[in-house]
């Protein structure tokens, strides 16, 4: 008799693509490609925000898909780069990570283990929880998480420990957050959208260091002042009333 076959039963790695939006990061940005292990990660979509420098060049130049981003404002890059994912083939999990080299991109494993092992949707590189280079994290925005995750704290009941910009999200879940902010409450908008819906939420240290260049909000007085503003307008925005549906499958956002 034939001898019987066996299959394996262990699970397919899942598809990793990851989300860099980019305003004049051409230092940076190709440190940041670098140290991004492929694999696990499939695609790195670059998401130009209007980039008066080299970024796009060199982004390409190291392997990246460039795509732009014309209307200003972190979250409206996101928006495009995740627009232009879900058009040529969405992952099982997205990560989001800045350009400016604060990150270590060589994390990424651990950021997305949660969701692999099925004990999250969303993660969190906590830069509270992990090790930081002196000066890193400067006293605004330090202050600015302690205030924003104390306010989600007593609105929603759940201790985040900090909005920081290096995290991944199952696809699916993203999806039906409907994330429609387009400039500083992106991540906050994210994070507690995702506690209205029940979703399951985790923190990773996340190792910080001093990012390459000035900072674009927390480098300038109005910047800091604008984000901090725009983070606490979103806690509360989210906190009271019926969610608005989740933004179907290339509809555009309706959001300011």
């Not at 109005?222 to 901090?228: C, F, M, N, P």
Request: hydrophobic content about 40%; proline content about 9%.
């Amino acid at each position: 008799m034939p001898k019987s076959q066996t299959h394996s039963t262990t699970p397919a790695y899942p598809v990793i693509d990851v989300v860099m939006p980019a305003f004049n990061e051409e230092a940076s940005l190709p440190l940041v490609l670098a140290d991004i292990p492929r694999p696990p990660v499939r695609r790195i979509v670059v998401a130009d925000n209007n980039s008066t420098d080299a970024t796009a060049e060199v982004g390409r130049a190291a392997g990246a898909t460039v795509v732009p981003a014309p209307m200003p404002g972190y979250g409206a890059a996101c928006l495009a780069g995740l627009e232009y994912i879900r058009q040529s083939g969405p992952p099982d999990i997205i990560v989001f990570l800045d350009a400016d080299y604060s990150d270590h991109p060589e994390e990424l494993p651990r950021l997305v283990a949660p969701i692999i092992a099925g004990q999250a949707d969303l993660v969190i590189g906590s830069r509270i929880l992990g090790q930081r280079q002196p000066g890193a994290l400067l006293p605004q925005a330090r202050m600015g998480n302690l205030v924003a995750c104390g306010l989600i704290r007593l609105l929603y009941g759940h201790r985040y420990t900090d909005l920081g910009p290096f995290r991944a999200v199952r696809w699916t879940s993203y999806e039906r957050l409907g994330m429609k902010d387009t400039n500083f409450g992106w991540t906050a908008e994210m994070q507690v959208k995702a506690l209205r819906l029940g979703l399951q939420v985790t923190e990773v240290p996340a190792s910080y260091r001093k990012r390459v260049g000035v900072s674009k909000i927390t480098g300038t007085v109005k910047g800091t002042i604008l984000a901090g503003y725009k983070i606490l307008l979103t806690v509360f925005r989210y906190s009271f009333g019926k969610l608005p549906p989740a933004t179907k499958p290339g509809s555009p956002s309706t959001d300011e």
